[in-house]
Structure formats: C-alpha cells, structure tokens
C-alpha cells in the first residue's frame, strides 16, 4: 500500500500547520547552533499521526544531486483524516469529465512530493504574508471543482487549492527540480501551472533560461548559472555564466534587502557554502538596466525588490573534492 502523501503538517514548535519549503525556511532562521530538527504530526488534527520531515534541514544542491525535501507518512492515517481523502482523489481513475491529457498530468504529478499546480506572483504585499496554508490548523471546507469560480481569482477556489496553490518561489522551483529531474520528458512538459491573474502557462514554460531572453512573455521565472563575486556585509555580487547581446549579466542584492524576512537566513547559509563550483539563481521577473561600469563597460543588471523573488541552488565542485581527498591519502 502506498504511503499517503502530505504536502502541510504541523509543527509542534512552531504552533502552526506549514509546508515543508516554509519549514526549511524557519529551521535556517536560527543561528546554527540553535538548530535542531522539528517535530510533526499530521496537519488534521482529528488525525495527528507522527509526520517525518525529510531533507528540509539540508541545503538543496542542484543537478543530479538535488532532493526534494518533502513530508513521510511513516504510520497509517486515522479513518477520515484529509489526506486519505486527498490521496484518494488524486489516485482515481480516469474521470467521464476528464480529458486525456488532464488524466495523463493527474498521474505525472502525483509521482511528485509536492503538488504545486497554482502560482501568485504577487510581490505588492507588505507584510510578506504567504499563501500557502501555513497558518490552518483545523481543516475547513472548500469547494468543490463544480463549485468553483473557473476564474479563480474569487474567494472561491477547487477543493484543496488551499495546499497546492503558492506564492513561494522557492516552493515552486523545487517542483520544477524534482519534475525535471524524476519525470519523462512528455510527462515533465505536460505539467500546467495557473498564474494568478495571467491565466495557465506549461510549468517549463513558466520557468526558462537566460538563454532564451531576459525579459519573459508571462512576467515568469528566469534563471542561470552565477559565480559569487563579492560579499557585501549580507548584500552581494553575482556574475551569470551566459551573456545578453554580448554584455555581462549580474546580480546585485543588497544587505538591506536580505535583512527583511526569514529567507535571507536561508540565502546567506547557501552563499556560505564552501567548494563551490556554481550557483543556478532562479529569478521571479526582475527588472532589468542596462548601464556602464566606472571603466565604460556596458553590463546588464538584474534587480529584485524583494527575496520572494529568488531561489539559489549550489553545485560542489567535485574535481576539488577529489583532489583534496587525494592529496590527504
């Protein structure tokens, strides 16, 4: 029998049901020695069996050697728990209303850990308030599917939008890593992403590389590979691999900017990160200025406002690492 899959649970030391990415986030919040593994149990409490939470406390390193941090139901769920209920419809059959293709990304997407099929892009909120679930304790009712607004910018919402829909890019990318990486490629370009307020896009679409342009057709994601020039206090430099129109493309975040919310913590532990041979940085639309160096060299600057619009993944350089362990031998 296949284990249940959860995508919130809640955490006794912090009081409060949260997606894993948000768990990764508080966990490296505190100083290092303060760290120490959470304790979970399921998000329903009427249910409330031991939940594991499995590769959140470790940074995500990139390529093949990336792992999705997710929830495990180690022990059965309580008859009528939530996540049987959500499993169950996840697993049916193919429905008389369902579409081959819908059925086909149905299946794809449950062999993922997380099950992210809607995104909000909105940056203009203040308090950096997420909108995943983190906050629900005591499962509420949503609509149903039938009953939902099709637009989907109302209060009203398909049943368990309140878990798959996110504001989190980290969340987000972390899908994109896992589905790239685990799924067939029909399967991987068959995934669909609702952006709030801009309508349905395939998720490879939605999240492409600077190769492919600075500026995206559905004000999504881009991303590429980047060395760390310079720290500056918490603020720093990066420079990307690839080149816009033969101009350098760089990145610069600010130490103001990383002090505002909980994720720069996170940010600074990956830039920390010794033997690095790249960072792959996920952009959510930046703005983009051109300019000229002190020396009259054009370069092309990306910009961010605020941290939920980047997510940095790290690749060790394993050449070094054999060269050390040799020179130890």
């Known amino acids: 029998m296949p284990k249940t899959k959860v995508l919130f649970a809640y955490c006794l030391e912090l009081d ?26 399921c998000s329903d409490r009427n249910c409330n069996v031991t939940i594991s939470g499995v590769n959140y406390h470790v940074k995500a390193e990139d390529g093949e050697k990336f792992k999705a941090a997710h929830f495990r139901s180690p ?27 819908d059925f086909t990304e149905r299946k794809a997407r449950q062999k993922l850990t997380d099950a992210i099929n809607c995104f909000d892009p909105t940056l203009n909120d203040p308090h ?5 679930a983190e906050h629900l304790v005591v499962p509420t009712r949503v609509k149903t599917p039938v009953e939902a607004d ?21 969340r987000l990318i972390d899908t994109w890593q896992e589905a790239r990486k685990t799924l067939p490629q029909d399967e991987f370009k068959a995934l669909r992403l609702k ?7 395939y998720l490879h679409q939605y999240v492409r590389h600077i190769q492919r342009g600075l500026l995206h057709p559905h004000a999504g994601v881009i ?40 994720f720069g913590h996170y940010i600074d532990d990956i830039l920390a990160t010794e033997n690095v041979r790249y ?40 050449s070094r690492k054999e060269n050390e362990a040799s020179t130890d031998a």
């Not at 768990?23 to 303060?34: D, L």
């Not at 996540?83 to 697993?91: G, L, S, T, V």
């Not at 952006?195 to 896009?201: A, L, T």
């Not at 060299?297 to 997510?311: F, M, W």
Request: charged content about 30%.
């Open 16 to 41: 409060r049901c949260l997606s894993i990415d948000e768990a990764r986030t508080e966990y490296f919040s505190r100083k290092p020695e303060q760290r120490k593994r959470f304790t979970f149990s």
């Open 195 to 201: 952006i709030i307020h801009h309508g349905q896009v």
């Open 75 to 101: 022990q059965p769920h309580a008859f009528g728990c939530e996540w049987i209920a959500f499993n169950e419809d996840a697993d049916q059959e193919r429905r008389p209303s369902e579409s081959e293709a």
């Open 223 to 262: 991303y590429g590979g980047a060395t760390l020039v310079h720290r500056y206090g918490r603020g720093f430099l990066m420079n990307f691999f690839d080149k816009h129109e033969e101009k350098p493309v760089r990145l610069y975040v600010s130490k103001d900017l990383m002090a505002q919310g909980r």
């Open 150 to 170: 099709e637009t989907g910018d109302a209060a009203a919402e398909p049943r368990w939008s309140r878990y798959t829909r996110t504001n989190q890019l980290q």
């Open 279 to 318: 960072f792959r940085v996920f952009l959510l639309n930046p703005g983009v200025l051109e300019r000229e160096t002190s020396t009259g060299q054009a370069v092309i600057n990306l910009e961010i406002s605020t941290l939920r619009q980047l997510a940095i993944y790290y690749e060790l350089d394993a």
């Open 128 to 132: 950096e308030k997420p909108a995943d």
